[in-house]
């Protein structure tokens, strides 16, 4: 299966850079290479671009892809390790960077990867790194009924949780739950029917065990904060979330940032903490009528953009 995968809010995110020519700029989710590729067209053969992803497959596809751009350079690393691969390449400082949180067309669609629920016989995987230990097959089969509750409760915002968790544990007494299709008769059998008007019964639940299995929203603060210490003045960072969880984080973060001092007006500052940042855009942009009819997952799509001081 060709490496696939639609660039969301192109436009929006290429406006929100405002690239400069001869930056330096980080992509810290490659994916099929589009939103890598539109900036390096921007930059029109100086500056430089490096990106990181997870997927080999993303990989390799994205550097075919990017093969006539000499000033691009693609790490398979985590996101997250921004700090530890910029340093790597000597970088010091960049101009722009973006993020994109969502995951591929092609891992949803693939169904060897196993992260769709709309699959009935793909094997639970869900691993964006397929050389990483931990899958769904685990989650699932492996941790307790508490840990598996909370997971689909905290990371699926999952009203039926608890009941999820009881009858997978009973499931897997009679042996082990290894595909996508096993896992959404769960789901179904555990949501009563009224309650499932508001989109597949299994939707909320294997986005959980994504979010557990990928490690999604750890450090997610961290790595936003390392990438704002090494933007230049002027630099921007795009980020596109994908659900309510994320886009807390990142809205957390950019607020903290773009605040100064918060000590009594009644008495000389004490804190010394000053704006790092402003936010581009007051509230977060949303795909247009236009795009979400031709990708229905950019429906659930925030763009949050922030410039440095």
């Known amino acids: 299966m060709k490496f696939s995968h639609y660039s969301v809010m192109l436009n929006e995110c290429l406006e929100g850079l405002a690239v400069k020519k001869g930056g330096t700029y980080f992509d810290g989710t490659l994916g099929g290479g589009g939103h890598s590729e539109a900036i390096l067209k921007k930059l029109d053969g100086q500056g430089f671009l490096f990106s990181t992803d997870l997927d080999d497959d993303a990989i390799l596809s994205a550097t075919e892809r990017l093969k006539d751009f000499k000033n691009f350079k693609a790490v398979k690393s985590n ?38 629920y709309m699959s009935k016989d793909s094997l639970l995987d869900m691993r964006m790194d397929r050389t990483q230990g931990l899958s769904a097959y685990d989650v699932v089969n492996y941790y307790d009924e508490k840990k598996l509750k909370f997971i689909i409760s905290c990371y699926g915002e999952e009203k039926f949780a608890s009941n999820i968790a009881k009858n997978i544990v009973i499931r897997r007494k009679e042996k082990p739950i290894e595909t996508t299709g096993e896992l959404v008769e769960i789901c179904d059998e555990s949501i009563p029917f009224k309650f499932k008007r508001d989109g597949h019964p299994a939707k909320k639940t294997f986005q959980a065990i994504r979010i557990e299995v990928n490690g999604e929203l750890s450090d997610l603060d961290t790595v936003l904060k390392d990438i704002v210490d090494k933007l230049k003045s002027g630099g921007r960072l795009a980020v596109l979330t994908f659900h309510s969880l994320e886009d807390r984080i990142v809205k957390t973060v950019f607020k903290e940032l773009s605040s100064g001092c918060d000590c009594d007006k009644r008495y000389p500052c004490v804190c010394g903490k000053k704006e790092v940042i402003k936010e581009v855009n007051k509230k977060p942009i949303t795909a247009t009528e236009e795009e979400t009819t031709i990708n229905s997952r950019s429906k659930c799509a925030k763009l949050r953009v922030i410039e440095k001081l």
């Open 79 to 116: 996101f997250k390790k921004f700090k530890d691969v910029s340093d790597g390449l000597g970088i010091s400082e960049i101009d722009g960077a973006i993020l994109d949180l969502g995951v591929s067309s092609y891992q949803l669609d693939n169904k060897e990867r196993g992260f769709s």
